[in-house]
């Protein structure tokens, strides 16, 4: 069965200096990565997919298969970026839609 | 214009009693998902339905039952309320496996 850790439950920076949210996974076919994004109180918003390969408010996110990562990294936190994230791997089965298989999250707290 | 929507917001009720809670999508999609999130803020799948069938029913307890009476909602009914209950569940839509999940905004249900 696949499998998501973060192991950072809590990561706090000062504004401006760089930040990297860990995620590793565990996944026997090819994996698809996600980071999710959840402010106070709100609905998870997806912030990335490995396969758009993009940046979302500064954010990336590489895929590295040999070290089974997907590590998030801004180069300058915003208080704003203050939320919990959260990876999350969808695995592909015979049977149709697959759910999202989520880490446990890591609490970003951004200080002033 | 709320894509996956969630009703109620809030639900305190007592151990014992049977309560349901409703989503809608109106994004189109084919798949909806009911997430846990408990107060350690860990995200789990509970079901997934895949233009009206169930695809996935994680170790669940009967007294859950999800009904998708069209493939734009998936209503969740817990029976015979449990304190361990109490927790934000999330309703999510996809279109099948190829596009991420949209959160709903969460219900916070509370069992006294």
């Known amino acids: 069965a696949q499998r998501v850790t973060q192991p950072e439950k809590l990561l706090s920076v000062f504004k401006g200096a760089p930040v990297e949210l860990k995620c590793n996974y565990s996944y026997s076919g090819s994996p698809e990565l996600f980071w999710y994004v959840q402010y106070s109180r709100q609905r998870l918003q997806l912030l990335l997919r490995h396969i758009s390969r993009e940046s979302i408010k500064g954010f990336t996110a590489d895929l590295n298969k040999g070290e089974t990562s997907f590590h998030l990294k801004k180069p300058f936190a915003q208080e704003e970026d203050s939320a919990m994230y959260y990876c999350?791997?969808?695995?592909?089965?015979?049977?149709?839609?697959?759910?999202?298989?989520f880490g446990k999250g890591t609490h970003l707290i951004i200080q002033p | 214009d709320t894509a996956v929507s969630q009703t109620p917001k809030y639900l305190v009720t007592q151990m014992g009693n049977d309560k349901s809670i409703k989503c809608e999508q109106n994004l189109g999609h084919d798949t909806m998902y009911w997430y846990k999130q408990d107060s350690k803020k860990f995200l789990k799948i509970m079901f997934s339905?895949?233009?009206?069938?169930?695809?996935i029913n994680e170790t669940v307890p009967n007294r859950f039952s999800p009904k998708s009476p069209d493939k734009a909602h998936l209503n969740l009914h817990i029976n015979s309320l449990e304190l361990g209950d109490s927790a934000v569940y999330f309703c999510?839509?996809?279109?099948?496996?190829?596009?991420?999940?949209?959160f709903g905004n969460g219900t916070r249900l509370t069992v006294t």
């Open positions: 339905y895949n233009n009206k069938e169930l695809i």
């Open positions: 999350a791997l969808r695995a592909y089965s015979g049977g149709g839609a697959d759910g999202l298989t």
């Open positions: 999510a839509s996809s279109q099948g496996r190829n596009s991420p999940l949209h």
